[in-house]
């Protein structure tokens, strides 16, 4: 693998996404920043990263922007050793299962979960032309953004809970077939994040975090996932693939 640090973030106009960029770039990366926004609406919230930051619009639902971004990454830094899918949406409408419609479960699981499928066989098929790492062994890294959703139900929200199972066992899937090839798999399992994604039911979390639901008694923030990801790609933990890593607070804790 080449010494040259690069990565691919999805999402990265907000939230996770960004807080994942910044502590990428301030740990070396060279990073390039996908949203779906156009350009000229994020040029001032990545012009501080500089020429360590190149932005790129295009939706993971797309397959060639799928194939553009990757392209991309390769054309201005020579190499791709790091994916990070962070991009991802809630439904429009939170509606009870007995009510999903089919046009709000495909809007969801095309970006959350066959985005992230195919964005990550894009990714991993340019990683395996990559000579390993001769430090590390290693050719490269893929960090998932699932959910605590992912196990959690929430039946207002369905299409969200599936989508982000699903990206549990992609994270599981490319973790098996690519661990000889020198490329680890892992996600993160985020819980109550104060993202925009959470802006409209903040009241809902506040009283729940008040009563007791989150062990830490805060609100997670977007740097606590970017500094888990972090970690996960940076070769510190080389023996380590198909981990899901929960940034919860203890949520997920089961207790009496």
């Known amino acids: 693998m080449n010494s040259k640090k690069t990565a691919l973030v999805t999402g990265a106009a907000g939230g996770i996404g960004f807080a994942t960029v910044a502590r990428l770039i301030d740990n070396g990366f060279s ?26 619009k295009g939706n993971i639902a797309d397959s ?10 390769v054309n201005t830094f020579g190499n791709l050793t790091v994916l990070v899918n962070v991009a991802g949406v809630a439904p429009k409408v939170r509606n009870d299962i007995l009510d999903m419609t089919e046009e709000s479960y495909d809007f969801v699981t ?24 001769p430090e590390t062994g290693l050719r490269g890294y893929v960090v998932n953004v ?14 969200y809970c599936i989508s982000k199972a699903g990206v549990t066992m992609i994270t599981t899937l490319f973790a098996d077939r690519l661990a000889g090839e020198g490329i680890l798999v892992n996600e993160i399992c985020p819980g109550v994040i104060a ?3 959470t802006a409209t039911v ?4 506040d009283n729940l975090i ?4 989150v062990p830490q008694g805060r609100w997670g923030q977007p740097d606590d996932c970017a500094k888990t990801i972090l970690a996960l790609c940076t070769g510190a933990l080389g023996y380590t693939t198909g981990q899901s890593v929960s940034v919860d607070g ?5 207790r009496l």
């Open 64 to 73: 060639a922007d799928r194939a553009n971004m990757v392209q991309t990454a």
């Open 31 to 56: 990073v390039l920043a996908c949203d779906v926004a156009d350009a000229e609406k994020v040029a001032d919230k990545f012009a501080p990263f500089g020429t360590a930051c190149v932005y790129c």
């Open 146 to 159: 699932s959910s605590c959703s992912a196990y959690t139900s929430s039946t207002s929200r369905g299409e």
């Open 110 to 133: 095309d970006i959350n979960t066959r985005g992230t499928l195919f964005l990550t066989q894009l990714a991993a098929r340019q990683m395996l032309l990559q000579e390993r790492d």
């Open 250 to 254: 203890g949520m997920h804790i089961r």
């Open 202 to 205: 903040k009241e809902k979390y």
């Open 210 to 213: 008040a009563g007791g639901l």
């Open 195 to 197: 993202t925009g994604m």
